[in-house]
């Protein structure tokens, strides 16, 4: 196996194919572009990158170098997730026009990158991600609105809010809530 110090020197590799990029969200870019460059299909842990200007600097790049660009969503694979999504399937729960997700605590955020807005974006883009990918996968209607809330009262240390709400409401009257 080869081992490499540094992105210039595995991105010269001739035998790497595709390259799967987990490290934090603020490096996505620079890491995709000079992988493409390179040659290389390219496979992003969520979120992609930070801003639309940057996606869509990275979608010009791999449809000018004719390679795979995508984004990991590995909660899609969630025993509970897929449950949901199979009883949805088969008609078990009746149409879902209301979904309701939470993920948080307590307690201290966690450290490095999953706190810090200007590494991973901000709630919405870390953990956040994750629910608006099963809602866009179980709620076949196209999202009208977009509402989103936040404050910081507790944790000062940290760049994300303590808590962000975001509801998604769809044309048909269907809605979304992540807190």
Known sequence: MQ??????????????????????????????IQMMEAGKH???????????????TLLEMAEKQHLHLSCHQNRRWNTDFLAIKQAVAEGLIGNLFYLETFV?????????WHSHAAVCGGTSYDWGAHYLDWVVSLIPDPVKTVVGT?????????????QSALSLSSEFGGSFVDR
Request: hydrophobic fraction near 30%.
């Open 42 to 56: 390219v496979v992003f842990e969520k979120p992609l990158v930070l801003t639309r200007e940057e996606t869509n």
């Open 3 to 32: 081992t490499y110090e540094t992105s210039e020197g595995f991105s010269g590799d001739k035998d790497v194919d595709a390259v799967i990029v987990t490290t934090s969200p603020n490096t996505h870019v620079k890491l995709c």
């Open 150 to 162: 936040r404050h910081k009262r507790v944790w000062h240390d940290v760049a994300h809010a303590d």
């Open 104 to 112: 948080g605590g307590f307690g201290h955020p966690c450290g490095y």
